[in-house]
Nanobody, 121 residues
Framework: QVQLVESGGGLVQAGGSLRLSCAAS????????MAWHRQAPGKQRELVAV???????HVADSVKGRFTISRDNAKNMVYLQMDSLKPEDTATYYC???????????????WGQGTLVTVSS
């Protein structure tokens, strides 16, 4: 069983910064991509950023130039550095591991419970 625990969310003023962390624990043989999604009230969940096992990244246009995703494979951690935050960034942010091998030939997708980010104007 794999669990993800997010941390780092909170209240911040527009223009400020936050750093989100996600720790993966449990029985895992391999982790491929790691990603961050977010969901604002009344809106669909959207992909914010993804990082591959090789370190390649993709960031949504809405946060490009402001958010940076990174990972530490030795610690099974993924991070989201959020700078120049805007009120539109207010949402619950979810850590996601879409491809985790928990045993031979068995892959699962895992989601964290989310951490709330509120950006005030």
């Amino acid at each position: 069983q794999v669990q993800l625990v997010e941390s780092g969310g909170g209240l911040v003023q527009a223009g400020g910064s936050l750093r989100l962390s996600c720790a993966a624990s449990g029985s895992m043989l391999r982790i491929n991509s790691m990603a961050w999604h977010r969901q604002a009230p009344g809106k669909q969940r959207e992909l914010v950023a993804v990082i591959t096992s090789g370190g390649g990244t993709h960031v949504a246009d809405s946060v490009k130039g402001r958010f940076t995703i990174s990972r530490d494979n030795a610690k099974n951690m993924v991070y989201l550095q959020m700078d120049s935050l805007k009120p539109e960034d207010t949402a619950t942010y979810y850590c996601n591991l879409p491809d985790v091998m928990i045993e031979a030939h068995k892959w699962v997708a895992v989601w964290g419970q989310g951490t709330l980010v509120t950006v005030s104007s």
